[in-house]
């Protein structure tokens, strides 16, 4: 593909320096800038480009390379071995050296991740426009909900790919995520294999760290979703503030058709400021579009879930076999996706009561006198509502085991051992992904946290110790929850992730004899 051709949906203000968001230049702007410049330098905008690379480990020749700058490394400092190996160009947001009497075509722009959003879906035919895109942003709910709505959508006959936190599904190719939302070249590789196997849609979830770095640039979604907002990832590497957060949150209404809204919550108005999109609302007031009416929860052996009715734009009843509030929002997401394919009731029913999510309260059925939950909740936003939902359930004791993450911010830990510390009747304190602090360290925040409460607590540093613990000193009528692995299977320590899967650990517990109630 000419070089020129994969640059042609950068904003013209990018390659001039002065960034901006929107905007698509036409091709006459790209001759113009071919006729005020020298042949030779126009030529260069004729060249082939055989790859499209932003790792340096896989410069080939011919290749255009684009220098990403990130937290620990910075592409610039690969130009000159880039123009060594026979790149065709580069893509630079700041000068580079060491090019001299080398035959590479040089293109600056104000930001190259930006740049590599547009250039690689044009390298990949811009496969988007072959599927309808659903993407989903909030701070919680994001994940439940794409399997939801991909659970509804297959339920009515449609081919659905999938892009979220656990995994990437592409027909029956399911591929471990390492990101939410993969950096932009991937996500646009990850289209085209879907067009390519012939799917009608995609949802994914939408990171504010995806949006800050622009991975989902160089297409317009068909469809934008918002959940809900509360502080999470403000700390060093993720957010400086949560203003910078929520104005992040914020870009997918600026890139999307319709733009499907949870008006329940109190930032919607900040997040859909300066939209560009069709709004529709979903919630529980009569304000929303689409609402939830009459909730009922339901408590039967072996489930907790709710039923409720909906209301506005559509006319039903539903039953959702997780418990709370929360799953109520998810699943009407889910519908108010949905309603958008003509998928008929009867369908939306069935998905409903049938779609299941690895480590969103997924119940390990090991006993019939206690209830053994699995979730993800790792911040103190989704552990109050996690666990303010499983107490309306009034079991005997809520027991709650969890760990932070280290290298992230200690404020964290504070407000999920006070939020555990107020809900739950028993804390186990253990560890999470320590990552490059010291385990009992983390301990000590959160125990800093749970000490302005009046909670029972236990510290187990071992993860697997302090599951069985739990499981061994259960009580009849107990709901114990391990909340903050979820889907993890693994934990990481000083840079090594170790397998760790919460369901096998029990499972082997259980194998070597482990008594319980």
């Known amino acids: 593909m000419r070089l020129l051709d994969l640059l042609e949906g950068i904003s013209w ?52 390379f684009i220098c990403i700058e990130g937290v620990n490394f910075d592409g610039h400092a690969f130009a000159a071995e880039a123009a060594e190996k026979g790149a065709a160009a580069l893509l630079v947001s700041k000068p580079v050296e060491g090019l001299e009497d080398k035959d590479i075509a040089v293109i600056k722009v104000e930001d190259t991740r930006y740049a590599m959003a547009f250039v690689s879906a044009a390298w990949f035919g811009h496969p988007a426009k072959k599927l309808k895109t659903i993407g989903i942003t909030g701070t919680k709910g994001k994940t439940t909900t794409t399997y939801l709505v991909k659970s509804i959508l297959e339920n009515a006959g449609l081919k659905v790919g ?73 700390g060093p590497g993720e957010h400086e503030s949560f203003e910078e957060y929520m104005e992040c949150k914020g870009r997918l209404f600026r890139q999307c058709l319709v733009g499907i809204v949870n008006c329940d919550d109190n930032h919607v108005g900040d997040i859909v400021e300066g939209h560009s999109c069709e709004l529709e609302t979903y919630g529980t007031g009569e304000g929303a579009m689409l609402r939830a009416e009459s909730l009922e929860l339901v408590h039967t052996p072996g489930e907790l879930g709710v039923n409720f009715h909906v209301a506005g734009l559509m006319d039903f009843d539903a039953h959702v076999p997780a418990p709370g509030r929360f799953s109520v929002y998810n699943a009407l997401c889910a519908i108010a996706i949905c309603r958008h394919f003509q998928v008929g009731t009867a369908d939306i029913q069935s998905a409903l009561r049938t779609a299941k999510v690895k480590g969103r309260i997924e119940r390990v059925k090991i006993s019939d006198r206690f209830t053994l939950l699995i979730d993800y909740a790792h911040n103190a936003m989704a552990l109050e509502s996690l666990l303010s939902t499983l107490k309306e359930y009034e079991p005997k004791r809520l027991v709650c085991l969890f760990g932070c993450g280290g290298n992230r911010s200690r404020q964290r830990r504070y407000e999920m051992g006070e939020v555990s510390g107020r809900l739950a009747d028993f804390t186990v304190i253990t560890s999470d992904n320590p990552r490059f602090e010291e385990p009992q360290a983390i301990i000590e925040d959160i125990k800093t946290g749970i000490g302005k409460t009046e909670g029972r607590y236990v ?59």
């Open 162 to 234: 999938l892009i979220g936190t656990i995994e990437t599904v592409i027909g029956d190719i399911h591929i471990h995520a390492e990101n939410t939302t993969p950096e932009s070249y991937i996500l646009q590789e990850y289209f085209a294999k879907m067009a390519e196997a012939g799917l009608d849609a995609v949802v994914m979830e939408v990171s504010s760290q995806a949006l800050k770095l622009h991975r989902t640039q160089g297409f317009v979604f068909d469809y934008g979703i918002f959940t809900n907002l509360e502080p999470d990832h403000i």
């Open 13 to 64: 203000e990018c390659l001039q320096g002065k960034h901006s968001m929107e905007g698509e230049h036409s091709m006459e702007e790209w001759h113009s800038m071919e006729e005020e410049h020298s042949m030779e330098e126009a030529h260069s905008m004729e060249k082939e480009v055989s790859a499209v690379v932003y790792d340096s480990r896989k410069i080939v020749e011919g290749c255009l």
């Open 459 to 517: 510290e187990i540093c071992d993860r697997r110790e302090a599951i069985a613990y739990a499981i061994s000193h259960a009580e009849e009528g107990d709901l114990i929850v391990l909340a903050g692995k979820g889907h993890e299977d693994y934990q990481e320590i000083r840079g090594v992730k170790y397998p760790m899967d919460e369901r096998v650990i029990i499972a082997e517990l259980l194998a070597d004899g482990l008594e319980h109630i």
